[in-house]
Every structure is written in structure tokens, then in C-alpha cells.
């Protein structure tokens, strides 16, 4: 998958905030593991109250890829008005998703973060999406990848301790 970061100043995207559901019927104080109030998420709101529910990908700044996986690829960004405020940002290629028959598994990964709410989950913040683009914003979770950390354990399994 090509790198979007030297693209990401010249796109826009349609902006969803998450309320648990599609519907939006569930309110996000019904995820008990979220807090209340979340910097990233303020500002988040800020922005959607500010432009009329359009959060362009130019309000992000990506400091760097940490990643990539099947279906796209996850950026550090942080929040242009929020300094300090840093997020994961997934970006995938609706095209390529659509030439690899995986636009199924993105939206089954949007809809699991959307709708689940576990302290071992991040927080989905926000879906951008754009004809070309898709951008899930969750909280970011310092430490790597929780797999390869598996991988690194004796018998590569964590303790019963480690996961209390």
C-alpha cells in the first residue's frame, strides 16, 4: 500500500463521530471504559462544532508511520489545535481494499471499534472518509503491537499475572 502522508494536506474527508452504533442511539457516556472527558476527543467535537461537522485530514499533522497491516496503514497524528493531543490514524485505500475484496474486513473493524467498549480496545475517536481514502482515529496506545509483544513472551504467551 503507497504511503497518503505526502497526499494528506490536499484531502478532504466527511466526518462521523462515534456514539456506539450506527443508529447513534447509544450516548458515549454508555462506554464506561472511555473517560468522560478525553482531550483528543474535545477537540475532536471542537473541530466538528466549529466547521460544520467537516474534519478535514489537514487538521491532522502525522509525526510517523508506525505501522502497516493487510489493509492499511497506522500514522501517529496529532491535532493541529490540540497540540500535545496525539491519535493513531489508520489510513486505507478504498481502491486497493476494493481490487483485494477486503472492504468487508474494514468494515467489520470499523463497526467492532465503534460498538465495543474494553480497556484492551482503543477508543475510536472518529471515521474520515473520502472517495479515494478511509481514516478510522482512535487513541493511540504506546508500546507496539500487542502480538509481536505476545510473540516475545516465554512460550509466547503472557502469564496469568500479566493480564490482570
Partial sequence: MQSCVEDVDVLSFAFTT?????????????????PSTNPCRDAIRGLQSSTANALQLGDL????????????????????CAEGCVLAAKVMDKQ????????????????????????FLPTLYATLDSPRWSCLLTEFCPGGD???????????RFDEAAVR
Fill in 146 to 156: 500487542l502480538h509481536l509483544l505476545r510473540q516475545r513472551q516465554p512460550e509466547k
Fill in 96 to 119: 486497493e481494499l476494493s481490487s483485494r475484496n477486503k472492504e468487508s474486513r474494514a468494515r467489520v473493524e470499523r463497526e467492532i471499534l465503534d460498538l465495543l467498549d474494553h480497556p
Fill in 18 to 34: 462515534t456514539t456506539g452504533s450506527e443508529s447513534g442511539t447509544r450516548a458515549a457516556s454508555a462506554k464506561p471504559h472511555a
Fill in 61 to 80: 499533522r502525522f509525526l510517523r508511520r508506525l505501522g502497516s497491516g493487510d489493509i492499511g496503514s497506522v500514522y501517529l497524528a496529532e491535532i493541529k
